[in-house]
């Protein structure tokens, strides 16, 4: 099972990087915002939770529960694809669920200033 994490800085190129490495190497690609719409269609309110986790509000034991149920349903998906032959995931949680998970590849994608500050503006 492989799996490669790749996590970005603003506007640092980390889908773009995902998507040509999961082609060279043959790999399916997932991305945060494939799994968090599949969370939402299981009733889980990512919304909630992302605003409760951005803004660190003190978390409720409900919507504790409902983070607890995202990052398992997230890690799951994302172990259930790498056993068809290893994925490339990027997204600001990968880093999170799968701790536990040996042999995963962690990738910070980093886009130099001038890079960020001209993709802002486009």
């Given at each position: 099972?492989?799996?490669?994490?790749?996590?970005?800085?603003?506007?640092?190129?980390?889908?773009?990087?995902?998507?040509?490495?999961?082609?060279?190497?043959?790999?399916?690609?997932?991305?945060?915002?494939?799994?968090?719409?599949?969370?939402?269609?299981?009733?889980?309110p990512?919304?909630k939770?992302?605003?409760?986790?951005?803004?660190?509000?003190?978390?409720?034991?409900?919507?504790?529960?409902?983070?607890?149920?995202?990052?398992?349903?997230?890690?799951?998906?994302?172990?259930?694809?790498?056993?068809?032959?290893?994925?490339?995931?990027?997204?600001?949680?990968?880093?999170?669920?799968?701790?536990?998970?040996?042999?995963?590849?962690?990738?910070?994608?980093?886009?130099?200033?001038?890079?960020?500050?001209?993709?802002?503006?486009?």
């Amino acid at each position: 099972m492989q799996i490669i994490c790749i996590s970005r800085y603003s506007y640092g190129y980390g889908k773009e990087l995902a998507e040509e490495l999961a082609s060279a190497l043959g790999y399916e690609h997932v991305s945060r915002e494939e799994l968090t719409d599949q969370a939402a269609t299981q009733g889980i309110p990512v919304g909630k939770l992302e605003t409760a986790i951005l803004k660190q509000q003190l978390i409720k034991e409900d919507l504790s529960f409902e983070i607890e149920r995202f990052k398992a349903l997230i890690t799951a998906e994302i172990c259930d694809r790498a056993k068809r032959g290893g994925v490339v995931y990027h997204g600001r949680v990968g880093h999170k669920v799968l701790q536990g998970i040996p042999n995963v590849l962690r990738i910070r994608a980093i886009a130099n200033e001038e890079e960020r500050i001209n993709r802002v503006i486009q």
